[in-house]
């Protein structure tokens, strides 16, 4: 089997927002303004930040990421939510269902979000070709390999195939900071855990 | 191969202080105040916090740890490290030549620490007993399978015998918030990573 590096790309907390929840806290009719272009294509950080409230404690300046979505979708580290008191569960993005909600602040107005936090699967976006080539199907899992002193086996990364996307493994701060990642490092990835599946 | 199951603790932040530096930060001739048994006998968590400066920012409320060392020694997380803008090297504890600085604070002085700050290695406690018994040698290298979502292979434990220590591995809370580990929980351990080596 052929071996696939992959970059890493590091993920702090950041949120999703509707549009009515954009004109709920920013006013009605604001747009927000991009900043920087992320790493896939049409996704990107604004300038705008918002305070995630939450039953013991706050976080500030957490940033807007677009587009903008169908629901609003939060995505901390559980250092954060440790922080603020509450304890969601580790998701892909966009299944929200059964989480929990958080406060959450704008300088023009406050919406209580019902559900919607989540700690992000690690997951690796990948073109199609990339895909094709290396033999690999949107949904199942791979593992990467991590070197260092802080180094390990990262299992359970969900593969994201799209036609449009870059390849990128997302990681966030806690995964990047307990393994000992940087942005941009190469790891190698594998299709199945075969060689490690006697151990389980 | 018999295996073995070992309990997760968790390590926040914290500090071991030598006399000298318990003197200056909180008057001379002060004793410290034990507050509870930590998992190694004749290991202990004072009451005494001090607080941490750094070249970003402050650290408060940090843990001093006991029984007294011959050289002080802070051990934080990367997260701490990029808050307060230090960048220390993952290494066994005692072993701090290089290490950077920090500053401490106490109620009565400050202490300019000139190296002494590192991340820990994450690290097996086992009597030797366990050792004999599970075939497992002093300063070797162990690995652990993590079950669960965020799940993975920990390798680069290292293994700490001594006729006293109680069974424990020692990770840090962004280890434990990486890798979804809580208190108390077991893990397999292995001796070698030879099931793994294929992937190497």
């Given at each position: ?21 954009i004109?709920?806290?920013f006013?009605v ?22 305070t995630?409230?939450?039953p013991k ?9 677009g ?6 979708q ?14 969601p ?6 299944n929200i ?5 958080i406060d959450?602040e ?26 094709w ?13 991590v070197?260092g002193p ?7 990364i969900?593969v ?19 393994y ?11 299709s199945?855990n ?7």
């Amino acid at each position: 089997m052929e071996t696939l590096k992959v970059p890493v790309g590091i993920s702090n907390r950041h949120i999703h927002l509707s549009q009515e929840h954009i004109e709920a806290l920013f006013g009605v009719g604001y747009s927000l303004t991009k900043m920087n272009d992320l790493s896939q294509p049409g996704r990107y950080a604004y300038e705008e930040t918002v305070t995630l409230i939450g039953p013991k404690g706050t976080i500030p300046g957490v940033r807007i990421l677009g587009s903008a979505r169908k629901a609003s979708q939060v995505e901390l580290t559980r250092t954060d939510t440790h922080k603020i008191g509450i304890n969601p569960p580790v998701r892909d993005s966009g299944n929200i269902a059964g989480s929990p909600g958080i406060d959450i602040e704008g300088p023009k107005g406050l919406v209580r979000l019902n559900q919607g936090v989540i700690i992000a699967t690690r997951h690796l976006h990948m073109s199609s070709e990339d895909a094709w080539k290396y033999s690999f199907k949107d949904g199942e899992y791979l593992c990467a390999i991590v070197p260092g002193p802080r180094g390990g086996i990262l299992e359970k990364i969900r593969v994201r195939v799209n036609p449009n996307y870059t390849l990128d493994l997302h990681v966030d701060t806690d995964e990047a900071n307990a393994y000992g990642l940087v942005n941009g490092q190469q790891l190698d990835v594998y299709s199945t855990n075969d060689q490690f599946q006697a151990a389980r």
